[in-house]
């Protein structure tokens, strides 16, 4: 199995070529969650997150998705609990999205798969500090996945939807403040699936766990749109193409253990 080798095969080609050897490569993102193999943990507690709105800075485009950034040289916007045994602090949130509404997440449920996925991440303040130290560190990342179906506009995410245009070409950034990334998160963050992975963009580092929401929010077909009028390229290049389909194609399970917060 893909596991065993140190190569990791791609199926699909994702907009940057999956690099050939990875290091360790047996604890990969994303994942299929296949609902009957994962295993109900009753010590997993509910996830607390603390986000401070102020504490938002900027939103851009790096070229493989929108990413709005925090200020995270203090501890004000954190999450703990759930199966963490620190704390972390946001550093930022992206997406991912397809070009049509019948695919586009990364993880997916007994292979269903969501219109996109929001990543909310965060680094292990406690123990280490600075992002960079933290990525390369077994505990040092939590990410919370969230998945996206298209039904009713949400008012939450109309505010970031209407600073996209700003920002259409790599490398744009624009000032976006006072955002609140807990209007993003479902009613229920209570019942998750969580499990150790990695960065599912390069380095692709085997640093993160994973808390996979089970309750999904739902976005308006047109607020995905305007993701989808986002492009990979900078201003300057001569053909311009679509910022859609900037999910990584499944991994291999190797025998992880994925656990649920909820029977
Ligand atoms: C740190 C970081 C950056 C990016 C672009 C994407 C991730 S992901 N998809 O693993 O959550 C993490
Ligand atoms: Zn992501």
């Known amino acids: 199995a893909a596991c065993s080798s140190k190569y990791v095969l791609s199926q699909m080609h994702p907009m940057w070529q999956e690099p050939l050897a990875i290091p360790g490569g047996d604890r990969q993102s994303p994942i299929d969650i296949v609902i009957r193999k994962s295993v109900y943990d009753s010590e997993l507690k509910p996830l607390v997150t603390d986000y401070d709105p ?36 946001l550093c930022q949130f992206h997406f991912h999205w397809g070009e049509s509404n019948a695919w586009g997440s990364e993880h997916t449920v007994d292979r269903k798969l969501f219109s996109a996925e929001l990543h ?9 500090s600075l992002f960079e130290e933290a990525v390369m560190e077994e505990n040092g990342l939590a ?9 009713k ?23 976006f403040n006072r955002f609140d990334p807990a209007c993003l998160l479902p009613s229920n963050t209570d019942d998750y699936w969580t499990y150790h992975g990695s960065l599912t963009t390069p380095p692709l ?54 656990r649920s917060s909820f029977s």
Request: aromatic fraction near 10%; hydrophobic fraction near 35%; proline fraction near 2%.
């Open 54 to 89: 102020q504490t938002c800075q900027q939103i851009w485009n790096n070229g493989y998705s929108f990413l709005v950034e925090y200020d995270d040289t203090t501890d004000k916007s954190t999450v703990k609990g759930g199966p963490l045994q620190d704390k972390y602090r």
């Open 120 to 128: 909310l991440v965060h680094w292990n303040s406690d123990k280490y």
């Open 143 to 151: 990410v919370i996945g969230v998945f996206l179906k298209v039904g």
């Open 153 to 175: 506009r949400h008012e939450g995410l109309q505010k970031l939807v209407d600073a996209l245009p700003a920002i259409r070409h790599k490398n744009s950034v624009v000032d």
């Open 205 to 258: 580092t085997e640093s993160v766990t994973w808390m996979v929401m089970k309750q999904h929010i739902e976005v308006s077909h047109d607020q995905l749109a305007v993701f989808r009028s986002l492009l990979f390229t900078a201003a300057d290049e001569e053909v311009q193409k679509g910022m859609v389909n900037n999910f990584r194609v499944q991994q291999s399970q190797c025998g992880r253990t994925v």
